[in-house]
């Protein structure tokens, strides 16, 4: 089994509401295909999830504004999740989508649906959602943190995060030409966002991968424009960041 995360950056352009990026996610299926393993895919929301999110004042307290907002995020990322669930499909890879929405709720977590369909062959999809943090709050769960929920469970062979990125640099390598990549890490680096992410961005995606490893299994971030360098996982070519 292997956990994959498709991040909002490489999936949609992040700065243009509800723009899917359909080449790049397509190339990624095609990759992932041919490992001929058993999947869980997880998906970001990028510009399907943040920008609205933001507008609505999410993650927040109950009030009618953050109840509509939760309606408009949820309705977008489901969107998004057929666009995705559709290519897999086409390309042979028949999936169920799995809202997290549905399995949280509160400290309440129940993930048993997934073995079931796992258990069937159907390839869970699943996506960073807005859910209930309590009956009060409403919350946004991160499809990196699902990553490690779920790692948690099925102990994958190993997780891969798909981003726009090669890796994780010194530095943002979007905003300085020197940044160096770092194939695994043990110095500190520096984080920048440039999107607004309600989630946490990079910073928040390494403290998961971290998390990962303490279960004893290896994460890759890989870049989602050559997704074929999964192939390379566990061999020396591999371009890439690893914890
Ligand atoms: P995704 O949407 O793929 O889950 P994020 O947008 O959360 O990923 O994180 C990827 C982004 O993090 C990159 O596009 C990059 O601009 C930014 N970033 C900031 N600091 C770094 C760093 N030190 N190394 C790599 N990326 C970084
Ligand atoms: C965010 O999920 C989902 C919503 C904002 C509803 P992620 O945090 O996993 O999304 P990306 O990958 O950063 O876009």
Same mark, same amino acid.
């Given at each position: ?61 109950? #009030?009618? +504004? ?43 977590? #129940?993930?048993?649906?997934?073995? +079931?369909?796992?258990?069937? #062959? ?10 209930? +943090? ?24 190993? *997780? ?38 309600? *989630? ?40 890439? *960041?690893?914890?």
């Amino acid at each position: 089994m292997i956990i994959v995360k498709l991040g909002g950056s490489i999936i949609t352009e992040k700065s243009r509401y509800k723009s899917f990026n359909k080449n790049n996610t397509l190339n990624i299926v095609k990759q992932l295909k041919k490992l001929n393993s058993k999947l869980i895919i997880v998906h970001g929301g990028g510009s399907f999830g943040h920008i609205k999110s933001k507008e609505y004042n999410l993650p927040g307290p109950v #009030n009618n +504004k953050t109840l509509e907002g939760m309606s408009i995020v949820h309705n977008d990322m489901t969107e998004l999740n057929l666009n995705i669930s559709r290519i897999f499909n086409d390309n042979g890879m028949h999936n169920i989508s799995i809202p997290p929405s549905s399995c949280i709720f509160g400290g309440n977590k #129940n993930y048993d649906i997934f073995s +079931k369909y796992s258990d069937m #062959n159907l390839i869970p999809v699943t996506f960073g959602d807005v859910y209930m +943090k309590d009956e009060k709050n409403i919350g946004i769960y991160s499809g990196d943190n699902l990553v490690y929920d779920l790692s948690r469970i099925f102990k994958p062979d190993y *997780t891969v995060f798909f981003s726009d990125v090669d890796g994780i640099y010194d530095k943002n390598p979007k905003k300085y030409k020197d940044a160096k990549l770092l194939n695994s890490i043990s110095d500190s680096f520096q984080f920048e966002n440039i999107v607004d992410d309600v *989630t946490g961005g990079i910073m928040n995606k390494y403290n998961i991968m971290k998390k990962i490893s303490s279960l004893g299994i290896k994460s890759y971030i890989i870049n989602g424009l050559f997704p074929e360098r999964i192939m390379d996982i566990g061999s020396s070519e591999f371009i890439g *960041t690893v914890i």
